[in-house]
């Protein structure tokens, strides 16, 4: 019954359709053409539905290898995903608006320093865009050269960059995750444990 409910409120966590990253696919994309659901809140308070394109990234439009206009692909994380808002009030979608181009958001959440170069290369040569818009933001700067997150694209220790770091999500874990019930107690649990972290500062 309760999963029936959050199905129907669409009150649920962002579901999980990461494509496994492996040595020969080293790009962390989304399952192409297919939406999700983005909430965020104890209840679900904030809900947009968003779009994924035929390359797998979270955009406003498909990518045209042969498209007539100049194209722009804008690199970055949570920020060009946009997840705060509609797809429409996005920021590649309100750059398309504003600029005589077509824009391509390449993006994932909290890229570090070679998954954005990474981005950079891919956006090149596998979508032959015309140039590159890189939108850096994070408060830690130099946590971005050092991350090694599974997903994400890596230095070594002679600072090299590595080919990925391998990401495979087990089918235990893929099957879960697909589940509204699921999701919405995981994020509620995310929620609980950043008031618990910033009680203190809150209560200050």
């Not at 962002?14 to 659901?37: D, F, G, K, R």
């Not at 722009?72 to 181009?101: K, P």
């Not at 444990?193 to 200050?204: H, M, N, T, Y």
Request: proline share 3%; charged share 15%; glycine share 6%.
């Amino acid at each position: 019954v309760v999963e029936v409910v959050l199905e129907i409120t669409k009150i649920n966590a962002t579901s999980t359709n990461t494509q496994p990253v492996t040595l020969s696919n080293q790009i962390l994309t989304l399952a192409p053409n297919s939406t999700y659901q983005f909430s965020r809140g104890p209840f679900g308070e904030l809900r947009n539905e968003k779009t994924v394109n035929n390359y797998g990234f979270t955009s406003h439009r498909d990518f045209d290898r042969y498209a007539a206009n100049e194209t722009i692909a804008l690199v970055g994380g949570s920020w060009v995903l946009a997840d705060q808002v509609r797809m429409d009030q996005s920021i590649g979608s309100l750059l398309d608006q504003l600029l005589a181009a077509d824009i391509y958001p390449v993006s994932q959440s909290d890229p570090n320093l070679a998954q954005n170069l990474g981005f950079i290369e891919f956006s090149f040569n596998e979508l032959n865009v015309d140039r590159v818009i890189v939108l850096l933001v994070n408060d830690q700067l130099s946590g971005s050269f050092n991350m090694r997150g599974n997903g994400k694209r890596i230095f070594d220790s002679n600072g090299n960059l590595t080919i990925a770091a391998d990401h495979v999500p087990s089918l235990l874990y893929r099957w879960v995750t697909s589940f509204n019930v699921a999701n919405y107690l995981f994020k509620n649990i995310q929620v609980q444990r950043i008031f618990s972290e910033l009680g203190p500062q809150v209560q200050e």
